[in-house]
């Protein structure tokens, strides 16, 4: 097999333009988990909204960020290119996260217990949050797709310049929910959206300024014919463009009615469950089938797992600012950088680890994986819950036992995760592998909501001047994650005990 050769112009092996994207990849997740890593106290402090309503519009905000990328992708592959669609969706980022920058008045608490909000100011706010998710929609898959377009099909490079651009998405998460986390919390929540809109400038300012490293990847596909005018004379580039600034007003009037996304999220994840099985009974041979089936179970358990992981950004950063002993200097918000720390600490280990168990035969199943992912998820709740048991008076938990939470959490995401990818593409039927992967996608989509429907479930009750009482917070976040430790940990185990039959039936692909 021929190597292809690293490019006259590469940096340490690897072409110039991975460095470009991994600085535009690391930004724009900078200012993504800025703002994400505020947004829930944002909610519940600066806008007065009660617990449940904050985190089903967290939600909601988390649901359709992982659902626009489908659509982002399919537009750049048939209309803009990869890299027009990585520009436009910046620009909107950058639009968006510096709109979260104008908060406005604080919502007022009215002595019958109603919260009067600035409409004006509200409104803007919820076009931020669908600039911001669109804008995602646009640019996250594509600019993976540009990392992949690098590199020959063949080229020994690839994947180690997969895991450089990985590094950009974790060292973009753990700096910005330090930077910005503090500066929000500490001098103002404008400070804090403002410096995540300042990342996506500088991500926008590196990709532009740098498209000739791109080699001419990404660029619009043969026969998109961009600048035929299509619409009253408009060319068509430009009426993709336009299509995407009404997608943002639709998704503008989406978030604000939670319930009925649900309703609807609920009925497609109906037609697609039935539309599997009808596929797999009546299209498929006995070994497609089998391979189907078990995707469908490893997928819905893919739901339960990132439902409690998301707990991150919502019932466990205010759990955090209520009953965590944080000390003077770090705030709430800040302790969601544990996450992308302990990826980075731990996933060359984890890598290193499957290596050597597979040369000896031991390496655990995709299914084992999985079910050993849940498990961990389900300890990390259980350690709160030690944790909570030696609360003092004040109802405060040592942020030791916060901290390995996220450790277990982490541990769990590298079972599961980057394993998760891989079974689509090795068990999905090749005529319907890139729905399969639609699907997979979609799944994360409906893992936000459920997780957002989760954190309301911990709704805490406020007095007239708003103000919690941490001890009877304490028993009401330690009653519901000691639930959710005993489901996610029985439902794990139940996975890990099924891992041998669910292999059989992948039929030699592992």
Known sequence: MTMTAPPPDGFLGHPRGLYVL?????????????MSALLVLYLSQHLLFGDKAASLLFGTYGSLVYAMPLLGGLIADRYLGYRKAVAFGAILLVCGHFGMAFEGPKARLMPDGSVVRNPFFEQVFYLSLALIIVGVGFLKANISTIVGQLYGKDDPRRDGGFTIFYMGINIGAFVSTLACGYLGQTYGWQYGFGLAGFGMLFGLLVFQGNRRHLEGHGEPPEGSNLSEPVLLGIPREYVVYLSGLVGVIVVQQLIQHVAQL?????VLGAIIVAWMLWFSFTRLDRVDRDRMLVMMVLITMSILFWSLFVQAGSSITLFTDRNVDMGHFFKASMFQSFNPFFIMLLAPGFAWLWVKLSARRLEPTTPAKFGLGIVQVGLGFGVLLIGAAEAGPDAKVSVFWLGLMYFFHTTGELCLSPVGLSMITKLSVQRIAALMMGVWFLSSSFASYVGGMIAGAMAI???????????????????????????????GLVLLLASPYLSKRMHGVH
Do not use: C, N, P, Q
């Open 461 to 491: 009750s406020r007095h007239g001047d708003m103000k919690i009482d941490s001890v009877a917070s304490l028993g009401v976040y330690t009653g519901v994650f000691g639930k959710l430790a005993i489901v996610a940990v029985a439902l």
């Open 262 to 266: 649900g309703f609807g999220l609920i």
């Open 22 to 34: 991994f600085f535009t990849e690391m930004w724009e997740r900078f200012s993504y988990y800025g």
